[in-house]
């Protein structure tokens, strides 16, 4: 679930993800790809795409299973929110890793999902599979 301005846009331009593309290295090695917008999150864009990417706290900056390794490109500018849900989960906060339901893709980006994708649905929870964190 996403709420608030995380939500996708119903009114973007069907051709808003043009330049935004995103690639993922899910944490199984697969890569998949997406097509993202500076006008939604990284995360919106992966369920857009059907990938079960997990948000447990439905995309508040809460929770940090949605956390993803920057690879290449960029991003939106970190905000303090994000910045302190990183610290909390002993992520690095330098923009290596961002919260996907934060981040806003600047252009094409190349990410690593650090956590496995939830198993057969969107939002995944204590049996996702994550790492305890
Ligand atoms: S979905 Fe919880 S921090 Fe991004």
Do not use: W
Request: aromatic share 2%.
């Amino acid at each position: 679930m996403i709420e608030g301005d995380e939500a996708p846009k119903a009114a973007a331009p069907a051709n808003a993800g043009r330049g935004a593309r995103i690639n993922i290295v899910g944490a199984d090695g697969v890569a998949r790809e997406a097509e993202g917008s500076p006008a939604y999150s990284v995360l919106v864009a992966l369920q857009r795409a059907g990938l079960p990417h997990r948000h447990d706290c439905g995309g508040k900056a809460l929770c940090g299973t949605c956390r993803v390794a920057l690879v290449g490109g960029r991003v939106s500018p970190m905000g303090g929110r994000e910045r302190d849900r990183l610290a909390a989960v002993g992520a690095p906060t330098d923009g290596s890793v961002r919260l996907a339901c934060q981040a806003r893709p600047a252009g094409a980006i190349a990410l690593k999902a650090l956590m496995p994708f939830a198993p057969g649905g969107a939002a995944g929870g204590a049996e996702g599979g994550g790492d305890g964190r």
